[in-house]
């Protein structure tokens, strides 16, 4: 007598969309009822992605013609803006957004950030901001729930148990953040191409990626207090994978053993945040696949200062997984269901 | 009232040995009863490959301090030589070898290709080959199984069901295969460091790969004559995958789609070999992390020629994957049994 | 007094433009005349690529803007179609173009096999076909230089002196070929992004490569006698080189030992060809950034056959370096002048 | 009447010597007189590294058995530690040190980071700091020059223009630095394998690198007091290239565009060294293979912040180029000698 959500994933043929696919066939609770797609309808899902082979899916139908009535919740993978949109005439009881469109509270921080007014602003001020670690008392009431971007994951992780004890100056925070190419989606951009990217580090949107009023945001809640942030992300020649260094001032009195305890404790009863110990390093080979998050502190630089690196997989813990996560901590099930599993080796 | 089966697994730190310690882990019907090693008793796994971080493990034991009386099966992961100068001495009921030391029927061909005189010839000829697929009548009646090596697996399942069927000329067939570095194991060797490997194809071993006996010694039985091959691998930078591409000349009167029809009602019932159909063409992307074969035949080259590709994970379904599978097929679990998850996309 | 030719680049921005252009900048004989280009006139190449910073260049300019009467070689790496079309109208004294326009012989073969008319037969009947270590009678006496295709380049120079002496059996030659993701240019194809090729081999065209006419060609004239292929390509995930694995059956009588010696002596004063010794295999990283091409006959296979692998980079003997040395080899220069540069390690 | 030195290169067989062998070759003003090795004597570097088929070099000898009175030039890829003492006893004119033994002034900090007492103090005082935009004045004079590390040459080419007019302050510089994996040499350890490296970001002596006195010690010079930074290096999978991200606090009244300023007009007349204008920003495909640092300031954080993004090619202006070009500047050569080539695109 398993419960069985019956889930639509709209926006199913992008890189987000299906490794939500991918975990959902894997899930315990879960019975796939309808992929959307804006433009590919008709098509079958194993068409575009072959290694769907033998597995059990609904065909790829337009978002338009899906009847939302018969479904539990729906998770859009759509690109912001539309997804904002469309989930505002959506019937279904539960809404989870993958998409930046509610992730930020204030509908004007959103238009100056995203170019264009809020969608549905009204919408907007329901939405749990799901860091599943830190949501999980909003999670079991809310009908919309805002997952956080990639890189915001990796660094709320590494920083918020910080600010909420007052262990770092919040005036000075400095992020440099790496992810693999997944994490610019599958848009036609040369410098995407194996060839132009293999072989080269690329910085980009340098002082303005979008990911850093949502960081903001949030650290300024828990600080009780505004809070900027220097953040530069850079895109690495490889596929999947994120890793942040944060490099933070200690408050007065406070040492890095303190930001590990701190972290360690503050994690002990959340199964996919591993704080390490002992000076071993987080990589991103150690969370390849899995919906883990790898911490720890590190005593570097001038005296006072230290560093936090977290390492992430950018679509699991970073998107369809803390996705799962969510829906998870929503209905009640157990917490890693349909997420446990050890990383790809080598 | 699931029967778990105890296991030990030996040469537990090399790429094959983690491969099959993760399977192990989501296997519903396994418990790790021993992780044994060589050189790194002492040590846990996860000091070695903290993607094991949270996993429930045994710590590392030297291999001749484990107690086989209590262990249903053990796998050995072990360099040839050493895998049956100690299975030798095992007293588990079952044992299944991924090394090459049971592969050869005939002791004289193994010295002669492995440069030692086999350590048991007695237990040798006990062995059973676990190309899983065709030893299905065989495994459940075995003590010890011989899985293939990764480059067998995908020319034997290109090539059998065409050989039994006097499809194709056994005495022309053109195998060209590539691999990523992992097939190379965790040598040392300079060539396969990053910086040396990567941007690089690097055939090896041209005219004299180990492999070439166990395919030719497969390929005989089945063909009820002496078949010789032609074997070029090569290294590509890639971690994981291998693909084949066979060239064959037709017997009079065949044609592509009669390899195409034969290869795809031979495998219908197999749930881990897929035929592709329409021009489709495979890839290894299409089976990263999982223990599929994905196989298909087109007309190409001069008339009364056609080339059949494969492409396999060669450290699941040409390793870790087809070792479990074998075991799953001894004790009579499903066959499937801890290994159906979709590939990790993109 | 060093002559100084001008000369003209049109389709200047695609990769094997940006070579030429690299290449022509340190050409002691050539001086950057005109780029042409026919979408991006206006930007300057440095803006695409901002590699050239510091290199002296003329503004991108459209290809029909160039005055052609002062230009002493146009090279055209324009797509093919496009190429002969605008090429039919220059009145530079000399064309050398890198796309597949000029090289079959036969119109009809072309439209078969480029799926339109040739669109202009008469200019195709003066072609001179530009593998430079068999045209150097010819290029002198030439106004249009048809550089052959990348695959062709290393197929050829691996095959055609043992065509040329009887070695080999002409109806069994089976090709296994391996390029880079630059061998698919600059398209905007989801499979050639970083994220999809990375970690996959991609086997392509198999049965139809546009390449394996061009090839036939080539080995039919030497033969005096219709040959046929097998060819088989693949991308594998690196950016640059090219490998290609060539199994042929010895002529009665013939060793191994005979096709190393006739390469060795055919090629000894060609200054790109190398053939390797001592059971020494050509990769691809001996070769990169180079104008190289490194061969080596193998004895693999049944008794009568052989591999013979060769390895280039695509870029440069495959592209713009064998363009380079046409143009070396028409106007009389030192065949080297501008090419001889060892390879990027590691 | 070209002056021709003739030059040793010591330790010529791991990533740095090559690369130095790699562009004397190509130098007009060098002839390779002998090439040094420890462990390879009696071997050529062909055997070792392919890629010089065709270049004319001397044999390996044993770094003990080399005439040092007929060279002009001994340079040293030897380890530190043993480059200082086998240099300590030659007899060349003049020495160029691409090892870490002669870059820090203080033998009590070479003491404390190296983990040894200096093996010849003497000689380290008087080295030259060979970080050649900043060396001109002193290298002429000089006998025995101390090559930057990697990190070092991007760091302060990206700082010291800013220190030096008070720019920024300098109790707060934040820096990120990623390599490729040929920074982290020839070595055997697992984490440098293709299949370990690939598809991860590994950050490393994280709070301990050797680079932090040097470039401390570099910054207190120019900033006339005590600096010290914070900086974190991670090895990301390429091979080759650097990048660093350096994140300051710009002194009252100072603007980024003041940093731009700055950096452009001190570079103004370097010609391996550029301040990209526009939001440009640096990668490292845009100096792979080449002398080149590629340098830009960026409003990024909080108000008062800023970004400097450097890239160079960390065996070439980071090793061995950077050597030539102080070898060029110590002769009185063009500074460029030898040294303009576009990168390899793409």
């Known amino acids: ?73 729906a998770f859009s993978c759509m690109p912001h803006g539309v997804s904002a949109q469309r989930l505002s005439q959506l019937t279904s009881p539960h809404i989870i957004d993958l998409s930046a469109d509610f992730r930020l509270d204030c509908p004007e921080t959103y ?14 001020s329901t939405a749990v ?20 971007g990639c890189y915001p994951t990796a660094v709320l992780l590494s920083l918020l148990p ?80 994120e890793l942040t260094t944060t490099v933070v001032e200690l408050c007065s009195g406070v040492s890095v053993d303190d930001l590990q305890t701190t972290l360690s404790s503050r994690y002990d009863c959340d199964p996919f945040v591993y704080v390490l110990q002992d000076d071993a390093c987080p990589s991103t080979d150690m969370v390849r696949g899995t919906n883990n998050c790898v911490l720890s502190a590190f005593s570097a630089g001038p005296p006072g200062q230290a560093v936090i690196i977290a390492a992430i997989d950018n679509l699991v813990k970073g998107a369809a997984g803390q996705a799962i996560q969510n829906m998870n901590l929503l209905f009640g099930f157990p917490e890693t269901a349909g997420l446990k599993s050890a990383p790809l080796m080598p």
């Open 111 to 124: 238009a100056q950030w995203y170019d264009a007014a809020h969608p549905c602003p009204d919408l907007l």
């Open 129 to 148: 901001y799901g860091l599943s670690e830190f949501a999980k008392e909003y999670l079991p009431r809310s009908r919309l729930v805002a997952c956080p």
């Open 1 to 73: 007598m398993t419960r069985q959500l019956e889930i639509a994933i709209l926006g199913a043929a992008g890189y987000a969309g299906v490794n939500l696919v991918r975990l959902a066939l894997s899930h315990p609770n879960i019975k796939i009822k309808a992929l959307g797609t804006r433009r590919k309808d008709g098509e079958h899902l194993r068409e575009i992605w072959p290694q769907f082979l033998g597995s059990p899916l609904p065909p790829l139908r337009h978002i338009d013609e899906i009847d939302y009535s018969s479904v539990d919740v």
């Open 162 to 241: 910080l600010v909420e004890n007052g262990l770092i100056d919040t005036t000075r925070i400095v992020i440099n953040a790496l992810s693999g190419l997944s994490g610019a989606g599958r848009s036609g951009n040369n410098s995407h191409l194996f060839s132009e990217a293999n072989e080269s580090v690329q910085p980009y949107n340098v002082g303005h990626h979008r990911h850093v009023p949502e960081i903001e945001q949030e650290l300024s809640k828990r600080a009780k207090k505004t809070v900027s942030i220097s953040f530069t992300p850079h895109l690495v020649p490889m596929t999947r994978g």
